[in-house]
């Protein structure tokens, strides 16, 4: 039996982690290595790793996000290169290192854990569920309208960072799964594109696009659009019109249903009967690491509840000291956010559900009601949820390629 320890990465073995990832992800170790080092979010203690008998065999990164959920902004860590060295798989090392980072999480204050998954079904049956839609649409160029609004599409300047932060937290500040960006992010976002272009005709920037950074193009060529955000309609023609521009190219564009559907990518299209390809790409999966500090995040969309109700959460799996049972209070214009006491776990009104679930309806990607309807949550007795359930509605939670995980 091999002796394991889980902790941060030290300084001195970020080599052997670098390599680790490389040798599982099939990436250059030198360009791989670069990136590694110079991420303006570099947290060495946020760099996990599993060691067996002194190796290290295992690693990933836990990343910080602030995601919009309603009207309110939830602390989530994420999960990021998750890996094991190829000749010590299948033994187990990633699920316990992942699921010991779950305390990790919890003592850094989140209340909700996101990834997105290599394989959905490994991860859900670890807690996690998929709680974020996003689709890939892939069309030709050439079938794009070439608006004249284009010729004020432009390339991004560094001087632009502000307008385009502007911009970002402007059309995504009602969009659950949006990320608040700071300074730094911005960075990160820019120095991980390979390209942006902005719309501004007059003083104001009122669009931009974001394009993917990749090292070869399998044929036919593809132009990968990351993010479009346009505040006017001259600002969507004349980023999709730029797009028209790159006739030898096929677009590809990741978003959620309200993004790819305002974009103005789906039509109208030059050619009578062109068709878009639409398909589900998969999602974030998230996880609730502490049910309290989750449901403190998300009281600004509590509000105007009344009632008591406790909510309880089963998970054979959750860090030491996380709540399992958390009961709301609410007199329809503050809401208490308490740990249950033993009355209200056994016979006060009670909802009750497993992680997976409880985390879909946490980011809105299933609403309360329907979460009840499907018996993934169980209220007891029944109606419990009925006041709370206004305040956990279907949200389609959608998070942009820039700020995954």
């Known amino acids: 039996m091999a002796s394991i320890e889980i902790r941060a990465v030290q300084s001195d073995e970020l080599d052997a982690m670098v390599a680790l990832m490389c040798e599982a992800f099939g990436l250059p170790f030198g360009p791989a290595r670069e990136l590694f080092l110079r991420d303006p979010y570099f947290d060495i203690q946020r760099k996990r790793v599993l060691l067996a008998d002194g190796r290290i065999v295992s690693c990933l990164t836990l990343t910080d996000s602030r995601l919009r959920v309603g009207g309110a902004i939830v602390g989530v860590g994420g999960v990021a290169g998750l890996a094991t060295a190829p000749a010590f798989r299948r033994r187990g090392y990633a699920t316990r290192l992942l699921l010991g980072s779950l305390a990790t999480l919890r003592a850094y204050g989140y209340g909700l854990t996101g990834l997105f998954p290599f394989r959905r079904a490994y991860y859900r049956r670890l807690g996690w569920e998929v709680a974020s839609t996003q689709l890939r649409a892939v069309l030709a160029a050439e079938r794009l309208p070439a608006f004249a609004e284009a010729r004020h599409v432009r390339a991004a300047l560094p001087s632009d960072r502000a307008a385009l932060r502007t911009v970002h937290e402007e059309l995504t500040r009602g969009r659950?799964?949006?990320?608040?960006?700071?300074?730094?992010?911005?960075?990160?976002?820019?120095?991980?594109?390979?390209?942006?272009?902005?719309?501004?005709?007059?003083?104001?920037?009122?669009?931009?696009?974001?394009?993917?950074r990749t090292e070869s193009e399998d044929p036919p060529p593809r132009l990968r659009v990351i993010e479009l955000l346009?505040?006017?309609?001259?600002?969507?023609?004349?980023?999709?019109?730029h797009l028209a521009e790159r006739r030898d190219r096929m677009i590809e564009y990741t978003a959620g249903w309200a993004e790819l559907a305002g974009s103005g990518l789906l039509g109208p299209l030059d050619a009578d009967g062109e068709t878009v390809e639409v398909r589900e790409a998969g999602g974030a999966m998230f996880r609730v690491v502490d049910l309290q500090t989750a449901l403190r995040d998300l009281a600004p969309n509590l509000r105007g509840f009344r009632g008591i109700v406790t909510l309880c959460l089963h998970d054979a799996q959750a860090p030491p000291g996380a709540p399992s049972s958390v009961t709301l209070i609410g007199d329809g214009t503050d809401v208490s956010v308490e740990r249950a006491d033993e009355a209200d776990r056994v016979s006060g009104a009670r909802i009750?559900?497993?992680?997976?679930?409880?985390?879909?309806?946490?980011?809105?990607?299933?609403?309360?009601?329907?979460?009840?309807?499907?018996?993934?949550?169980?209220?007891?007795?029944?109606?419990?949820?009925?006041?709370?359930?206004?305040?956990?509605?279907?949200?389609?939670?959608?998070?942009?390629?820039?700020?995954?995980f």
């Open 176 to 212: 659950t799964g949006a990320c608040v960006r700071d300074d730094r992010r911005w960075a990160y976002v820019l120095d991980h594109s390979r390209s942006a272009v902005v719309y501004q005709r007059g003083a104001a920037l009122e669009g931009y696009a974001l394009f993917e």
């Open 230 to 241: 346009a505040a006017s309609e001259d600002a969507r023609r004349g980023l999709v019109g």
């Open 352 to 404: 009750e559900g497993e992680a997976g679930p409880w985390a879909a309806v946490l980011m809105g990607h299933l609403s309360l009601a329907d979460a009840m309807s499907l018996h993934r949550l169980h209220p007891i007795p029944h109606g419990a949820g009925a006041g709370l359930a206004p305040h956990f509605p279907r949200r389609d939670p959608f998070v942009s390629p820039p700020d995954y």
